[in-house]
C-alpha cells in the first residue's frame, strides 16, 4: 500500500548558468533570470530512501533526469537526486546491477537482455520510457560523396529523404573490391543503434552479420562489420579512419556535421516511425524495497518528459544539457536537434519536429509491444540463439517493463493536477500493429514468431 501526505508546496524554479537559450544567434546566454514562484499541492509519498544517485551517458536523451532535477521535480518529491555521468553503457549496467547507482538512464535493450539470457544476467526493471526517436545514422564524407549519386534528389537538388541503404550497397562492393572491409560503429550490442543500423542495412538486403556464443561481436557471414563504440567518442573514431559511419544518439550525428567530418543520411525516425529509445531502470529488488521511492522517482520524470514537450521549452532544455555536468556540448549543436530541427548536410537543415519526443504520442509509457521489438531483434541476430514459442516473449517482458508502477505515478500526478487523466493511456500494454517501418513489414507485438519470420535477412522460428 501507498503511504502518502497532501502538502502544499512553493516551489521556486532558479535559473542556472545557461538556462536561457537564442535561437536567433545559435548560441548560450549566462544571465539571471527572474525568479518564478508558483504554488501547487502536491501528494508526497512516504519515502523509504530519499539520498539517491541516478546514472546517464552525454547524450540529449537523458534530459528527463537533468530537468527532473533542475526544475526541482525530484525536490518536489522529497528526492535528493545525485546524477553523476558514466564512462560507457556496460558500466552504467554493472553499477546499477552491483548497487552503486540506484538507477540510471539506459538503453532500452539493457534490462531486457538482463532478463532473456543475454549477457551479464540480473533482474531489471523499468517503469519509465525517456524517450522516442533520437538517434541517426551518419557515414563519413568520403562515403556520402560515394552514395550521393544513388540517392534521388528533389526539385531543388536536395537529397530525397528517407535514404535508403540501398544507395550504400555500391559502396560496400567497392570497399571489399578494394581488399576494405567496410566498418561501422555503434553503442553497444544490445543498443537500440544496433538494432537499428542492422534493419536498415538488412532492409537493402546487407547481412550485418549474426552473433553466437563463439562470435560474441556478432559478425558471422557479415557483409558490414559493426564494432561497439562509446557515443562521445564516435565523431573522433571517424574522422580518424577507424570506422566509415555510425549509428548514435545526438548530439554525436550533429556533431560530425558541426566538423565538417560527416553527414548523417537518415534517422531513427526514418528507420521506425516514433520508436522507443532509452528507458529508466532500477533493480527488481529497489522496487520491492523501496515502492514509495521507485513510484516518486517516476512522478518526477513523467513531469519532466511533459515540461520537455511543452511549446517554448525546448531553448531552455538546451541551456541546461550544454552544461558541463550533463552533456556537455555546444548549444548550438545541441539546439540543431532538440529545437525541432535536424541538418543532414552542411547547411541542408529540415524540420523535424518528433526527433526528439518525450511526452508526445504517450512516449513515457513503458508498453509491452515495444520490449518484445527488442526480443523479435535479439532472436533474429541470434543473441538469443533458440527458438522461443511466442508465449516467451509476453512473459519475459511483463517481469521488465512496469507499466503498473507508471500508473501508480500517473494517477497521482492527475490527482495533483500536474497531469491530465487523458495522458494515461487506456490498453492492455501493446500498441496496434505498425507497419511504419523503411522496410514496410508490419509489427504486431502480439505475433512475435510471425513477425521475426516476415524478415528475408534474419533467422527464422
Request: aromatic fraction near 12%; proline fraction near 7%; charged fraction near 20%.
Amino acid at each position: 500500500m501507498i503511504s502518502i501526505k497532501k502538502l502544499t508546496t512553493h516551489i521556486s524554479l532558479f535559473a542556472t548558468a545557461a538556462v536561457l537559450f537564442s535561437c536567433g544567434g545559435g548560441s548560450s546566454k549566462s544571465t539571471a533570470e527572474t525568479e518564478a514562484v508558483e504554488e501547487s499541492s502536491t501528494i508526497q509519498l512516504e519515502i523509504e530512501k530519499p539520498q539517491l544517485t541516478f546514472g546517464f551517458i552525454k547524450l540529449t536523451d537523458m534530459a528527463p533526469l537533468a530537468i527532473a532535477k533542475e526544475l526541482g521535480f525530484f525536490e518536489d518529491e522529497g528526492l535528493f537526486v545525485t546524477i553523476e555521468a558514466q564512462s560507457n553503457w556496460k558500466n552504467v549496467l554493472d553499477r546499477v546491477i552491483d548497487g552503486q547507482l540506484d538507477g540510471s538512464h539506459m538503453l532500452a535493450g539493457q534490462p531486457i537482455a538482463a532478463g532473456a539470457g543475454f549477457g551479464r544476467q540480473a533482474e531489471l526493471v523499468t517503469p519509465f520510457s525517456m524517450d522516442l526517436n533520437g538517434n541517426g545514422i551518419t557515414v563519413s564524407n568520403e562515403v556520402w560523396s560515394k552514395m550521393k549519386p544513388n540517392v534521388p534528389a528533389d526539385g531543388e537538388g536536395k537529397p530525397v529523404h528517407p535514404i535508403k541503404a540501398d544507395a550504400l550497397v555500391p559502396v560496400i562492393k567497392e570497399y571489399k573490391d578494394a581488399g576494405k572491409p567496410f566498418k561501422m560503429g555503434m553503442v553497444f550490442p544490445v543498443s537500440t543503434h544496433n538494432y537499428e543500423i542492422r534493419y536498415w542495412l538488412a532492409a537493402a538486403g546487407v547481412n550485418p552479420g549474426y552473433y553466437s556464443a563463439d562470435n560474441i561481436q556478432g559478425q558471422i557471414d557479415a557483409e558490414v562489420l559493426l564494432s561497439v563504440t562509446p557515443p562521445p567518442q564516435m565523431p573522433a573514431t571517424l574522422e580518424a579512419g577507424t570506422i566509415y559511419g555510425y549509428c548514435v544518439g545526438e548530439p554525436w550525428n550533429q556533431q560530425a556535421v558541426f566538423k565538417g567530418i560527416g553527414v548523417p543520411v537518415t534517422t531513427n525516425y526514418d528507420v521506425w516511425k516514433n520508436n522507443p529509445e532509452k528507458v529508466f531502470v532500477m533493480t527488481k529488488k529497489f522496487v520491492e524495497q523501496y515502492p514509495n521511492t521507485a513510484v516518486a522517482v517516476t512522478k518526477a520524470l513523467i513531469r519532466a518528459g511533459k515540461w520537455l514537450d511543452t511549446p517554448g521549452n525546448r531553448p531552455k532544455a538546451v541551456g541546461i544539457l550544454s552544461m558541463p555536468e550533463y552533456v556537455g556540448a555546444d548549444s548550438v549543436v545541441i539546439a540543431n536537434s532538440m529545437t525541432g530541427t535536424f541538418e543532414f548536410e552542411k547547411g541542408d537543415k529540415r524540420s523535424m519536429p518528433d526527433f526528439n519526443v518525450f511526452f508526445r504520442y504517450n512516449a513515457t509509457y513503458p508498453f509491452y509491444s515495444d520490449g518484445i521489438w527488442f526480443l523479435t531483434q535479439m532472436r533474429r541476430w541470434g543473441q538469443i540463439p533458440e527458438t522461443k514459442p511466442a508465449e516467451w516473449y509476453g512473459e519475459t517482458i511483463k517481469d521488465i517493463y512496469r507499466p503498473d508502477i507508471w500508473t501508480k505515478a500517473a494517477e497521482l500526478l492527475v490527482e495533483e493536477g500536474n497531469l491530465e487523466a487523458s495522458d494515461i493511456p487506456q490498453t492492455d500494454g501493446y500498441k496496434a500493429p505498425t507497419s511504419d517501418f523503411i522496410d514496410g513489414i508490419t509489427y504486431d507485438g502480439k505475433d512475435p514468431i510471425g513477425y521475426i519470420n516476415s524478415f528475408p535477412v534474419g533467422n527464422k522460428d
